[in-house]
């Protein structure tokens, strides 16, 4: 997850679930630094702060997968594979 905090590749984890922010950047009413900033993180907290329904509605086209917690050790989370993730989506775009 760590990994994708580029800004051609830009994730965040929201609730327990991985979005593909990258190409939401542009069109981002709090800027794409706001997002940047969070990349590859979860952020959790912050969005829930900030944003309003409409927000959380527009989350939902970039979902790409959900958290899964790796051994018994939080914080070290990976991103389960939907199958759609990473270059397989990246390589349809
Ligand atoms: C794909 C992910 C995101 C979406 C779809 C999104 C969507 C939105 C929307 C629609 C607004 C306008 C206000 C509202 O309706 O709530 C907004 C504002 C804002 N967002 Fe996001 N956001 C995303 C990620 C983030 C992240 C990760 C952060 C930083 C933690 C962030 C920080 C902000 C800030 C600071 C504003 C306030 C701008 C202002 O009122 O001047 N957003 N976002």
């Known amino acids: 997850m760590e990994q994708h905090d ?3 590749d830009v994730w965040i984890v929201v609730a327990g679930k ?3 922010c990258t190409r939401y950047l542009p069109d981002h009413p ?6 940047t900033i969070n990349a590859g993180t979860d952020t ?12 959380w509605k527009q989350l939902e086209p970039w979902y790409i997968g959900d958290v899964a917690v790796r051994g018994n050790s939080l914080g070290q989370s990976e991103v389960e594979r939907s199958g759609l993730g990473g270059l397989g989506l990246r390589s349809m775009l």
């Open 6 to 8: 580029q800004e051609d």
């Open 18 to 20: 991985v979005y593909d």
């Open 30 to 35: 709090g800027g794409a630094d706001s997002i």
């Open 44 to 55: 959790t907290e912050e969005f829930e702060a900030i944003h309003s329904k409409k927000a």
